[in-house]
């Protein structure tokens, strides 16, 4: 069976798409040397380990050929003439980022209508992203959607951030701190992040908890409309000196600021994967999130659009020390649950079934 990848598309894609789609290739690509699969890729595969490749069913070619599947990343590639299967890491441009006229237009469809109405199947990486491709669509095409959709997981991120060493910690909290605790907020530059409940949900923390414990912000490259949102949120807040909004960090950096947290919060409504959640895990560190099927028992779980469980959550945190200790052993536990072999058995399974392989 012969597969087609355009690699151009993935390395131009979101930090999510990429992580979906290189998680799940290079896990699938040794299997394809034992199986009937090859992998013929267009554009730059920099981005694949190359021993992996090395061993594996690959050509190399400058455009489309003639395959039996096109595997598409993302819902970019449409063309009847070739069965198509689509890894789609989220939903957050139907979610999130529909412009205020659509509602004006009664006949606009779905930004996934035409990608759902032509793929055999769908890869997406979690529940969440599941039901808001399905809820996206017309309700005559709700069934059509589901049975069309696989949640086939992900896995952890392969450069894992591990636990801080006592110097490190020390000295991170002594200079972001300023000898204070504090909260790490991963961010990603959309509204998703849910900064202003964030910060609203602070203040109530900070009311009710007597120790100071700070809030720290990744503050990548935002949109300019909603950088300014977030700017406006943090100077609205009551304990807004003790809210830092951090410039985009080196990764060294970045990973000394995460792994040295009071705990991670992460309030996000985004449908993307939470890797944040995982790197917590395997720096050892608590986590509050949003979405029960991935936590399991392994982080507080709260409600992302009720600004005081997101308080309640991050004064348990605080002042619950067993109850956070008790997390951080849980996700260790849960961490063995998300591996990128495990999705790519998955993935292969359906391909096979699409392309009526045994």
């Given at each position: 069976?012969?597969?087609?990848?355009?690699?151009?598309?993935?390395?131009?894609?979101?930090?999510?798409?990429?992580?979906?789609?290189?998680?799940?290739?290079?896990?699938?690509?040794?299997?394809?040397?034992?199986?009937?699969?090859?992998?013929?890729?267009?554009?730059?595969?920099?981005?694949?380990?190359?021993?992996?490749?090395?061993?594996?069913?690959?050509?190399?070619?400058?455009?489309?050929?003639?395959?039996?599947?096109?595997?598409?990343?993302?819902?970019?590639?449409?063309?009847?003439?070739?069965?198509?299967?689509?890894?789609?890491?989220?939903?957050?441009?139907?979610?999130?980022?529909?412009?205020?006229?659509?509602?004006?237009?009664?006949?606009?469809?779905?930004?996934?209508?035409?990608?759902?109405?032509?793929?055999?199947?769908?890869?997406?990486?979690?529940?969440?992203?599941?039901?808001?491709?399905?809820?996206?669509?017309?309700?005559?095409?709700?069934?059509?959607?589901?049975?069309?959709?696989?949640?086939?997981?992900?896995?952890?991120?392969?450069?894992?951030?591990?636990?801080?060493?006592?110097?490190t910690r020390r000295i991170t909290k002594e200079v972001y701190g300023k000898e204070h605790s504090y909260f790490y907020a991963p961010s990603s530059g959309h509204a998703s992040d849910n900064l202003e409940r964030l910060f609203a949900a602070y203040d109530v923390f900070r009311a009710r908890c007597k120790e100071p414990v700070r809030l720290l912000v990744g503050l990548p490259e935002y949109e300019l409309k909603h950088r300014r949102a977030v700017r406006k949120a943090r100077k609205r807040a009551k304990f807004s000196q003790d809210i830092v909004l951090l410039p985009e960090q080196s990764d060294h950096e970045y990973r000394k600021v995460f792994s040295s947290a009071r705990a991670i919060v992460y309030p996000s409504l985004s449908t993307s994967f939470p890797l944040p959640v995982l790197d917590a895990w395997t720096a050892e560190i608590p986590v509050l999130y949003t979405d029960n099927d991935i936590l399991q028992g392994a982080g507080a779980l709260v409600q992302g659009t009720d600004e005081q469980s997101i308080a309640e959550g991050m004064v348990s945190l605080v002042t619950t020390p067993f109850l956070a200790s008790g997390l951080v052993e849980n996700g260790k536990r849960r961490l063995q649950a998300f591996s990128w072999e495990a999705v790519a058995e998955r993935v292969a399974g359906v391909l096979r079934e699409v392309g009526g392989s045994g």
């Open positions: 069976m012969k597969i087609s990848v355009d690699f151009n598309t993935i390395n131009q894609d979101t930090l999510s798409v990429q992580a979906f789609a290189i998680g799940t290739l290079n896990a699938l690509i040794p299997q394809m040397t034992s199986s009937s699969f090859e992998l013929i890729s267009i554009g730059d595969m920099l981005t694949f380990p190359s021993a992996r490749l090395a061993n594996a069913a690959v050509k190399e070619e400058s455009s489309l050929p003639n395959p039996d599947i096109v595997l598409d990343v993302d819902g970019n590639f449409f063309d009847d003439n070739f069965p198509t299967v689509t890894l789609l890491a989220d939903a957050d441009e139907e979610v999130f980022f529909k412009q205020p006229w659509w509602k004006f237009d009664k006949d606009r469809q779905s930004e996934y209508f035409w990608m759902v109405a032509a793929a055999k199947a769908i890869f997406v990486p979690s529940r969440r992203v599941s039901d808001a491709l399905v809820v996206s669509m017309p309700a005559a095409f709700h069934e059509l959607t589901r049975k069309k959709t696989h949640v086939v997981g992900h896995g952890p991120n392969p450069n894992p951030i591990l636990p801080a060493d006592v110097v």
